[in-house]
Structures are given as C-alpha cells and as structure tokens.
T-cell receptor
C-alpha cells in the first residue's frame, strides 16, 4: 500500500540558512500533520492542515511556516535555522476527522551545523 | 507531570515471551488510544487503535483499555527479534484539534 512520502530524507544546513521539507500524503488523505522529534524524545506536534487550511497549531516556532497545496501535498519552510532545529521531522496523513488514524512518513533528518 | 506516562525501559525479553507494554494517562476525556512502533531513525508505524474501553486483537498484538483506571496496555505474543523497537502510545485530542499526545515510548529488545 502507498505510504506517506517525504523529501528529502536527509538535509544538512548551516545556521541562519533556510530549509524546505516536502510531504506527499497517502492517496485520498486530505489532512496532513507535521511533527518534530529530537533524540530520545517523543514526536512533538507542529501544525496540521485540512483542505489547504490550517486546522491546528502546536509548538511551531515563528521562524517556521507551512502550507498545503491543492493536490494535498504539504511543505514545511524553516528559516533562520538554529542548531536546536536539528531533529527528525515527520509528516503524517489521515482522512478528515480521523486524527486517531495518522500514518507517518519515514521522516527528514535535518542537521544544522 | 506529563499527560501520558510510559516506562521508558529498556525492556529486554527472550524470544517467544509475552510482552506487556503500558501507559497511564490523566485526561479522562480521551476516547481513542493508539499504539505506534518506531524502529531506530524511522517513522512511527501505527499498529492499532482502540476506541473507549475493551480489547482489540490483531495477529500477535492485543490492545487493552481500562478507562476506569486510565490505563492502557499492548500485549505482544510470541515476541520476535524483529519486534525490537520503541513502542509509543498516543491519544488524539478531544473536542477538536489534531495534536497527538504521545507517551515517551518504551524501548523493547527481544533477544534470541
């Protein structure tokens, strides 16, 4: 079965640079979620979208922004990167109103040097 | 205190053992309870979810919810080395919103 696709899988950036992470949800899924996971930590919710509209917001820094496009794929834009932004970034998708059935992608490992 | 608590382990068991993984939670409004398996540096994989109290079985996995005690469990029968991973419980919000509340995860190692 098709899964959530994330790109790139690995990304190395320097401090103060920008990064864009992409997420392609499971076909027919209309809701996308972004999570950040630091080493040894559980995933922390950043933001979610349904039908191109932001549906919920978590602990997302002001330096980050995200959007969902008409084909339901989503992009997470990260600016003025800091060392502390180094983490695994996961995208998950689900059908609307099925937040209990979120399927995660393989993640993007971001390293900020 | 976190809203969802989980023993971080590590939990080490011999192959073939029955494994019990547990979470406690404080928000009595939670209705759905999910279990994810996460291999090192991989994305969390949804194993199963249950609604309200009761049991749910899927192959070697059984999820159990006791809402009166705010306690959920995941049992793994005939554990295999391939089950070695971190197991996270998670609950979606009640009353709207999408943020999953995760436990810290229990690291399981199944040894030959």
């Amino acid at each position: 079965a098709a899964g959530v696709i994330q790109s790139p899988r690995h990304l190395i950036k320097e401090k103060r640079e920008t990064a864009t992470l992409k997420c392609y949800p499971i076909p027919r899924h209309d809701t996308v979620y972004w999570y950040q996971q630091g080493p040894g930590q559980d995933p922390q919710f950043l933001i979610s979208f349904y039908e191109k509209m932001q549906s919920d917001k978590g602990s997302i820094p002001d330096r980050f922004s995200a959007q969902q496009f008409s084909d339901y794929h989503s992009e997470l834009n990260m600016s003025s990167l800091e060392l502390g932004d180094s983490a695994l970034y996961f995208c998950a998708s689900s059908l609307r109103d099925s937040s209990y059935e979120q399927y995660f992608g393989p993640g993007t490992r971001l390293t900020v040097t | 205190q976190k809203e969802v608590e989980q023993d971080p382990g590590p939990l080490s068991v011999p192959e073939g053992a029955i494994v019990s993984l547990n979470c406690t939670y404080s928000n009595s409004a939670f209705q759905y309870f999910m279990w994810y398996r996460q291999y090192s540096r991989k994305g969390p994989e949804l194993l199963m979810y249950t609604y309200s109290s009761g049991n749910k079985e899927d192959g070697r996995f059984t999820a159990q919810v006791d809402k009166s005690s705010k306690y959920i469990s995941l049992f793994i029968r005939d554990s295999q080395p391939s089950d070695s991973a971190t197991y996270l419980c998670a609950m979606p919000p009640t009353g709207g919103g999408n943020k999953l509340t995760f436990g810290t995860g229990t690291q399981l190692k199944v040894e030959l």
